[in-house]
């Protein structure tokens, strides 16, 4: 059974930064894909970034609305997978989830994830 626990979230002011933490048990996180995915009150889930390797090569992939601000990686030794949010804004706000795959490959829809944390509540405020 695959367990992900995420860690981090709080309340933070714009322009602040918060770290995401997500450990993982039951599946090796650097040989298989990890994404962050994020959902705001009365919105849907919306993917923010994703890693995973080919080969030695670790790969990552951001939502258009993140990039530049956010960066996803990865302790192999911890089989963690961190999200470090830099410049919040107010529209960052909403409870952020890791989720796990089994493919090593570029992954950004929810039903190709097979296993989900419980989420961690990140808000900012203006």
């Known amino acids: 059974q695959v367990q992900l626990v995420e860690s981090g979230g709080g309340l933070v002011q714009a322009g602040g930064s918060l770290r995401l933490s997500c450990a993982a048990s039951g599946r090796t996180l650097s040989r298989s894909g990890t994404g962050w995915f994020r959902q705001a009150p009365g919105k849907e889930r919306e993917f923010v970034a994703a890693?995973?390797?080919?080969?030695?090569?670790?790969?990552?992939y951001y939502a258009d609305s993140v990039k530049g601000r956010f960066t996803i990686s990865r302790d192999n030794a911890k089989n963690t997978v961190y999200l470090q949010m830099n410049s919040l804004k107010p529209e960052d706000t909403a409870v952020y989830f890791c989720?796990?795959?089994?493919?090593?490959?570029?992954?950004?829809?929810?039903?190709?994830?097979?296993?989900w944390g419980q989420g961690t509540q990140v808000t900012v405020s203006s």
């Open positions: 890693i995973w390797n080919i080969w030695s090569t670790t790969k990552t």
């Open positions: 989720a796990s795959t089994v493919n090593s490959k570029l992954t950004v829809t929810t039903p190709e994830y097979d296993y």
